[in-house]
């Protein structure tokens, strides 16, 4: 195993990026490794662009993984993705949901937000294999069945992210799921999570 | 959840701690009696967690007014023998100065620790400044944790230095200690009883010639604290006979030992924990032992003016470098002090050269980045008092503003805010503005901000009969920072119910006699309130009542949201360009997020063809 993984975690405020860094964290000392996760709190949560830099392995020093060093690339939205790419390590992993949210600024007018796969392949340009997904509309359809009004996309992109050659077992990720999400929707949420596997490993670039 | 973990986690275990948590539980183990704090980010969950500890065991916990009573009333555990800790961001300080400095003099019975945590890169604040300047000014031993473990170890050693030297003790993290997670090793905790005896002494009233006697004691206990610098392992040279030698404390110490590393540079460091007062004699031995040196910190070169005093003073003429190769801006970065020891060194420019060049390509995607600054949250009350300030009173008043979610609306399209200074600034500043200029002035406040420091200075509004509209954007809570109570929300840092202060009555007593409440979701009785306020010849206060959003859609189970009829709309987007709001979106025709919509309905009274309709519970689906 690697000394140190890096996984990078973008997305907009009120997506579930933090909660998501919470479950790998914890997953990453009940497999007995050393942890540093970096986060954004207050005014920048507000709808706006929110990353956390997840480390974890033996002598893991800053908190926030250094440009071009991060194996793995979670975005939670495309544009948040190509933002954060130049982290990505060359031979990196990027997974990207591919349901845009749109800024105020582009309902007011004075942006227009780009076409999906334009970000997409630009993203491609950073990193050794890009995994996209609606991870979105996957986990609308998992709402309605459990008629709940959050969406699990952030379980389910932990999923595909379990999928790919992730140095952190899946088993203890759906157990660390399980405790810190409240009890009525861990049953959902393990469902997205085991989606998201099956997606991630049945997935192919071309 | 993890403020859980943090007060119940068992002893031995490891826990997933913010460092902001662990300082909390350090503290716990510790034995405090009383903690208290004014919320800012990134201090905010040292106060949180103790708040949650609070309501579960017998510590006192509270949430003052500001920081400066925050501190006083810390300061007042303190001296009555019982172990207290103050948190608040590096402005708040600014506010608890004068108290710090009093409290530096007179010292303590019980430790008391004062956690200021900075935000290099200015985060969620108004500057960048550095709180170990204030240690050095006021006499204060500061100490630095790099992680979250050196956090709830360091705060538990700042408890022993604060009763051993009789003196208040600086914990001061950065943005990335506060907010880094990481694996902590939690101790038992010490329950404490907050009842303490208060021995009386006539020296504790600081008049002038007991001042004087004071300020020779701080001196005398500065000097003991020098020699403490030099034996404490909280300072350590690690590695020897290394190419250089790097000095470095805090978050920016991690960042060095990376750096290093991807440069391939075997470095000595002396990383320093404890930084104020430096420990003279090991930067002196460090310095010998080094040709080059270089002081890797954030912002201000505060060790490194030391380092070269040192140098100076014993005659080393080591080479020592730091913010000639480093910025003194923003925060540090692995690549920003892989930089700096490339100057030094000639090595890690593969590194550099591999950053740069995605740097650039990231460059030529800027089209597709399209910006997303943070806004107001959907069904906000601001963004609705607002568009009523706009309508009545334009673009040509003035918006003197101030600190809270509400700063927000400066940005496009509600554009309802023309300063924001400092806490309380906005009816200061606009009580003399108004005497100045003859455009209309309205001063924009937060409830929190409101009591914070708004109160001295309307005094000064309402004595002075300055004319000024000063809006109290009421949502009874401290959004920005986490929603933590404050004097209008009614209930204590414990939990406990007591009753709100109420603002109208506050401000009549200041000698304002137009104060009118208002439902900001009511935008015409919102706006007829106004109009009256602007032919009142005199200051007004208007109280605009309404919860934060973001906990109302949390509390409530059903919302009754708001749609677009698509043969109604025009596609004129007033909807879109007054409010501004994230749950509407426009493509052809206006329409409305319907997983965003927490149902206010102020874009039904905007919409000029009533094209905005409440869904009915009959017409499910579109």
């Not at chain 2, 002081?295 to 201000?300: I, K, L, N």
């Not at chain 2, 496009?412 to 005497?435: E, N, Y």
């Not at chain 2, 000063?470 to 959004?479: K, L, Y």
């Amino acid at each position: 195993m690697k000394k140190v993984t890096n996984v990078l975690i973008s997305g907009v405020g009120g997506q579930g990026v933090l909660l998501s860094s919470r479950v790998i964290g914890i997953s990453a000392i009940k497999s007995g490794l050393e942890v540093k996760i970096s986060e954004i709190h207050g005014l920048a949560q507000r709808g706006g662009s929110v990353d956390s830099h997840v480390r974890f392995g033996k002598g893991v020093h800053s908190g926030i993984i250094p440009k071009c060093k991060a194996d793995y690339l979670l975005a939670f939205e495309p544009v948040e993705g190509l933002r954060r790419a130049n982290y990505l390590s060359t031979d990196g992993i990027a997974i990207v949901n591919e349901e845009p949210v749109h800024p105020v600024s582009v309902s007011l007018g004075s942006e227009s937000y780009p076409e999906i796969d334009e970000v997409l392949s630009s993203i491609r340009e950073f990193c050794s294999k890009l995994v996209s997904l609606n991870a979105t509309s996957k986990c609308r359809e998992l709402a309605e069945k459990y008629s709940s009004g959050i969406i699990p996309v952030n379980t389910y992109l932990l999923g595909v992210l379990a999928s790919q050659n992730f140095p952190i077992e899946e088993r203890v990720i759906r157990e660390t799921i399980s405790e810190i999400i409240p009890e009525k929707a861990v049953k959902m949420n393990l469902e997205a999570f085991d989606l998201g596997v099956k997606d991630g490993k049945s997935f192919s670039d071309f | 959840m993890s403020a859980r973990d943090a007060v119940f986690g068992e002893p031995g275990k490891i826990a997933l701690l913010l460092g902001n948590e662990a300082i909390a539980r350090g503290a716990l183990e510790s034995g405090i009696g009383v903690a208290t704090a004014y919320p800012g980010t990134p201090s905010s969950e040292v106060a949180d967690t103790l708040s949650y500890a609070s309501r579960h065991m017998k510590l006192y916990m509270e949430y003052s007014t500001n920081e400066k009573v925050a501190l006083e009333v810390a300061m007042s555990a303190s001296l009555s023998g019982i172990r207290s800790i103050c948190s608040m961001k590096h402005v708040g300080l600014n506010v608890a100065s004068d108290s710090f400095f009093s409290l530096a003099y007179v010292g303590t019975k019980a430790g008391i620790v004062v956690m200021v945590a900075d935000d290099p890169n200015c985060y969620s604040s108004q500057n960048e400044q550095d709180s170990r300047i204030y240690a050095l000014h006021a006499g204060v031993p500061c100490l630095e944790p790099s992680d979250p473990q050196e956090a709830k170890d360091m705060t538990i050693e700042a408890f022993q230095i604060s009763e051993k030297l009789e003196i208040p003790v600086m914990l001061r993290t950065t943005t990335r200690v506060s907010h880094v997670r990481g694996n902590v090793l939690l101790g038992e905790i010490i329950e404490r009883e907050p009842i303490g005896s208060f021995e009386k002494n006539p020296e504790l009233v600081l008049v002038p010639a007991n001042a004087r006697k004071w300020h020779k004691v701080l001196l005398e206990k500065i000097e003991e604290a020098k020699k403490f610098s030099d034996r404490t392992k909280l300072n350590r040279i690690e590695g020897n006979g290394g190419e250089i030698g790097i000095i470095s404390s805090g978050s920016a110490y991690n960042y060095a030992r990376e750096a290093c590393e991807i440069a391939g540079v075997e470095a000595d460091f002396l990383k320093l924990g404890f930084t104020h007062p430096v420990p003279q004699r090991k930067i002196k031995d460090f310095l010998k032992d080094h040709e080059k040196v270089l002081v890797v910190e954030e912002v201000d070169p505060y060790l490194e003016r030391a380092t070269k005093e040192i140098a100076h003073s014993f005659g080393v003429e080591t080479e020592i470098n730091g913010k000639n190769l480093l910025p003194s801006y923003g925060e540090l970065s692995v690549d920003l002090v892989v930089r700096g020891i490339k100057e030094m060194t000639g090595k890690g420019s593969d590194y550099i050269l591999l950053v740069e060049d995605r740097d650039r390509r990231l460059e030529s995607h800027s089209d597709k980045l399209v910006s997303r600054p943070p806004t107001l949250c959907p069904g906000c009350a601001h963004r609705a008092m607002y568009v009523a300030l706009k309508e009545v009173l334009g673009d040509s008043a003035i918006y003197s503003g101030d600190i809270g979610c509400y700063t927000l609306g400066y940005l496009p399209p509600l554009r309802g805010m023309d300063t924001c200074f400092d806490m309380g600034a906005s009816i200061g500043f606009a009580s003399g503005l108004s005497k100045f200029v003859e455009t209309p002035v309205v001063a924009v406040i937060g409830d929190s901000t409101f009591f914070h420091a708004g109160l001295p200075a309307l005094v000064n509004l309402g004595y002075n009969k300055s004319k000024v509209i000063v809006v109290v954007m009421d949502n009874s809570i401290t959004a920005m920072t986490g929603h933590q109570p404050d004097p209008l929300t009614g209930l204590t840092g414990k939990g406990e119910e007591v009753e709100p202060i109420d603002p109208e009555k506050v401000a009549k007593a200041c000698g304002i006699e137009f104060v009118r409440v208002v439902d900001p979701y009511d935008l015409e009785s919102t706006k007829r309130v106004l109009e009256e306020a602007l032919e009142h010849n005199g200051p007004s206060v208007i109280i605009a009542k309404r919860p934060c959003a973001l906990l109302e859609s949390r509390r409530r189970e059903k919302v009754e949201k708001y749609r677009v009829l698509e043969d109604k709309c025009r596609a004129c987007r007033v909807c879109v360009i007054k409010l501004g709001c994230p749950a509407i979106t426009f493509k052809e025709k206006a329409k409305i997020v319907e997983d965003l919509c927490t149902g206010c309905g102020v874009c039904e009274q905007i919409c000029p063809f009533n094209a905005i309709v409440r869904w009915k519970e009959n017409e499910e689906g579109d």
